[in-house]
């Protein structure tokens, strides 16, 4: 059993770290509080080959792997969140595309995607009366003529006014059983009855949009059909399966932002005539929040080594995304708790870690969720 | 034009807490994260640069241990073309001058244009292997470089001089430069470059390929011999500024203003 990165994934992981911490770093604070979207630092972050992780050579891509995208988004989720979950779910965009879209869809955006000309894609599966149980999507696409005519409104949608392409899903098969006459299409940004809603105003992730669509007799042709009609369902849980090794990774560097930055401000805070770390009770959050941050790195890695090796990976993807999310919220808690009245204000990043972490148990399926694919997994015998 | 850049591993100690280890002549680099030298960082990009505009090749050279395989991999994936790494267990111990040696013995078997070495080194920071080997290969050198211009067979470079003064120098080729940082703006490494050099071989010679005795590298070949490292004890008369974030960033603003350390 080997626990080491390979050499090459170690070389992204630092150049990774390099540029994170001198590009995305210094710019989060300013992020979190006006909201901007960051068009350059996602553009510098394609040219170095990170928007296209497992997507092939022949269309831009850098195939490197399920590890080193992991890798690669724990290193930005400590530098800046928003940042990472924009980047996360671009490659998640651009690996379905890859795996279920035409040749000719394949050629026109996988590029695009890879080099930075389109700031970032997303998907469009959430509605407002369909979250966790995502089969009941109400979002309609008919035939007509050589392709089809998608009508509803989807929410909640990551990078969604930003994109270049989107994954939208609806029912193209209403008599069919639940979550069978589904289907998913990409929709190029402009096209004819697409308009952006809203852009939520969120606790954190700020400089992540998270959109409001409309689709109003929004007509895609048969190409732009990913898969076949009433595949939609399958390639959402694909997507949510890899998606989720993405947003454990960016959990993971959440946390250790955060207590990264707790056990340096305890080693210099002196009270009582002395360092706050010679006190237990620190010593101990700083003990317990490694340790569970140590266990969720090993998790999520193991999912990202299972899936980059073909295997089945949907139990332990949730695994990983469960308990790193969540033991990168009490790790954000602790850090708080560790700086006290200070890391309540935004003098102090670890405000910010807070409110970031919080969206990782939510999105990418509720940590509720989560717990219910672990037991179906086993109970299923997985 | 052929370029050849000689570059160091070091451990980041800027940060870092650092511990002298029991000989007291080194620090404990256990738990340190190593990286490029930053200094050859910036004269890795200067070769890059100049190969970009003339065309040539750059091969990159490291003395150490295998992990020094590191930083020349990520040369490589900057845009090196070829790495040597030159390891001996003689060359331990080796002082500035020694390693100068070491570093010209080896140069001698590579065709080159123009050698580039960082001004100093993070950790030991003499600033003298650079100046060294240019004395060693009989090269015109420059140091302290902050501006490099290829015209022919003549480089026009800008030397960066205490008191803000910038000197301007000619140089004829071959020669050798050690740059300082700020020169240009060195690029991050892609995936695709990591992924190009990924299998890339990295040559390594030993003293007995460079044709030189174990009398004259490491400690025995060394002119200098580090003979105690420590922290210096705090000083009296420490100022603490007190008050709130934007006080004290003002006071403090002001104290710099007043010695002359800020215009």
Known sequence: ?382 | MDIIVCIKRVPETAEADLVIDASKKAIDTDGLVFSINEWDNYAVEAAIQLKESVGGTITVISVGPEENNEVLRRALAMGADEALRLTDPAFEGSDAYAMAKILAAAVKDIPHDLILTGVQADDDGFGAVGVALAQMLGLPYAALVTDIQLDGETLTVHRELEGGLEEVDTLKLPALLTIQTGINEPRYVSIMGIRRVARKEIGVKGAGDLGLSEEAVGAKGSLSRIEELFFPPVGEGAEIIEGTMDEKTEALVKILKERGGIA
């Open chain 1, 1 to 382: 059993m080997i626990f080491d990165l390979t050499g090459e994934q170690e070389m992204i992981q630092h150049m990774t770290r390099d540029f994170a911490e001198r590009h995305l770093k210094p710019a989060a604070e300013e992020l979190d509080r006006t909201k901007a979207f960051p068009f350059e630092n996602l553009k510098r972050l394609a040219q170095l080959g990170l928007m296209g992780m497992n997507i092939s050579t022949d269309y831009g891509g850098s195939e490197v792997g399920v590890v080193a995208y992991s890798i690669v988004i724990t290193e930005i989720g400590k530098a800046c969140a928003a940042t990472g979950v924009t980047t996360s779910v671009t490659n998640m965009v651009a690996e379905v595309i890859q795996e279920f879209a035409t040749d000719a869809i394949k050629k026109e955006h996988l590029p695009k995607i890879c080099d930075g000309t389109y700031p970032a894609g997303s998907f469009a599966l959430t509605e407002p009366s369909a979250g966790s149980d995502a089969a009941s999507i109400r979002a309609t696409a008919v035939r007509d003529g050589n392709g089809y005519r998608i009508n509803g409104t989807k929410t909640m949608i990551t990078s969604g006014e930003h994109s270049g392409v989107t994954v939208v899903w609806a029912v193209t098969d209403k008599s069919a059983r639940k979550g069978k006459g589904i289907s998913a299409f990409v929709v190029e940004r402009g096209r004819e009855g697409f308009k952006v809603g809203k852009n939520e105003e969120k606790l954190g992730q700020r400089a992540s949009t998270t959109n409001e669509l409309i689709f109003e007799d929004c007509w895609v042709p048969d190409e732009n059909l990913l898969g076949k009609e009433g595949d939609g369902f399958k390639i959402a849980m694909m997507e949510l399966d890899g998606g989720r090794i993405g947003i454990g990774s960016l959990a993971l560097g959440i946390g250790l932002a955060a207590i990264d930055y707790a056990t340096d401000y305890a080693k210099n805070r002196e009270q009582f005539g002395r360092s706050i770390s010679n006190f237990q009770a620190i010593q101990w959050m700083i003990a317990d929040t490694y340790t569970e941050l140590e266990a969720a790195r090993f998790l999520v890695l193991r999912a990202a080594y299972l899936k980059e090796n073909g295997r089945k990976f949907t139990k332990e993807a949730s695994m990983a995304k469960v308990f790193a999310s969540e033991a990168a919220r009490r790790a954000t808690i602790r850090s708080v708790q560790m700086l006290g009245g200070y890391g309540y204000t935004k003098d102090y990043p670890v405000e910010r870690f807070l409110r970031d972490v919080i969206v990782t148990t939510l999105y990418e399926g509720t940590s509720e969720v989560q717990r219910m694919v672990i037991a179906r997994e086993i109970l299923r015998g997985g």
